[in-house]
């Protein structure tokens, strides 16, 4: 699978994402399988956040990873309320714990709250430093934000992209591009809603004899510097997940999406889920 650099690794640019794991222990057997099946099919960045289940998210992944978190690439994030001196070492000994690992490779504030940002940096720092997590990024991040952050080294923002929420095309994209920053898109499908019945893409997967979402996948990972987590728990899902990553748009195929899915013009305030 095609890699790209994020956070000092070379890591795949399509990985799983695992918001809504972790809430039913009914599921968990399929939850932990499905994991373990995207890292087999090189799906093996998994992001993850303390809010996903309370906890359960993380429990779920720590499972998935047993004997194998050297293949993976783990990415979780902070609660904003926990995000203060006291509170992110704190949230991330817990996190660990339920990860069953002594190091998160890429740790990010989940969004922007009440919390100093220089504060929450600080704390961050310390954890590189005791060597807890690899590198610090954050979450649902506009340009304004990112630039508050100074010089500091932010490895990642993750933010909301896919064909319907295309807004960050017109400054924070090319910012973070510009800087070398990478942008990990989250909902790249959607949700699985509506994106994958619209005409367009269902053309374009006419055409590659692919899926909708595969479409979507190969839309938002069709530049530099942009990797997408979709979360799947269906096995069928999964493959077709990890195959969407040899999926090449043409010209036309990103001209019929742009019809249906204008690009945007001007700044608008960022999309978040
Ligand atoms: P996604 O866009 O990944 O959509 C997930 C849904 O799409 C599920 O219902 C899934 O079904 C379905 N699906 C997955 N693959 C396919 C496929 N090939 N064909 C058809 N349907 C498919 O939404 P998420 O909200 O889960 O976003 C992805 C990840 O991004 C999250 O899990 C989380 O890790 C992260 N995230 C981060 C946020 C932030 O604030 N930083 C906010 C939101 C998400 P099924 O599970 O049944 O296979």
Redesign the pocket.
Known sequence: MRTMELAGAHVPVIGQ????MGEDRSARKREVAALRLGIEQGLSLI???EM?GEGGAEDVVGEAIQGRRDEVFLVS?VYPHNASRQGVPAACERSLRRLGTERIDLYLL??RGAHPLAETIEAFERLREQGKIGQWGV??FDVDDLHELGDNACAAN?V?Y?PEARAIEFDLLPWQRGRGMPLMA???????GEL?ENAALLEVAHRHQA?P??VALAWVIRGDGVLA??????AD?VR??AAAAALRLSADDLALIDAAYPPAHRKLALE??
Not at 186 to 192: A, D, K, N, R, S
């Open positions: 994402g695992t918001w809504r992001d993850s956040a996903y994030k989940h969004w979450s649902n993750q909301l896919n989250y909902c790249p499908i959607g949700q699985g994958l899926t979402a595969q987590i979709p979360k799947a728990l269906d899902h077709q997940n978040m889920v």
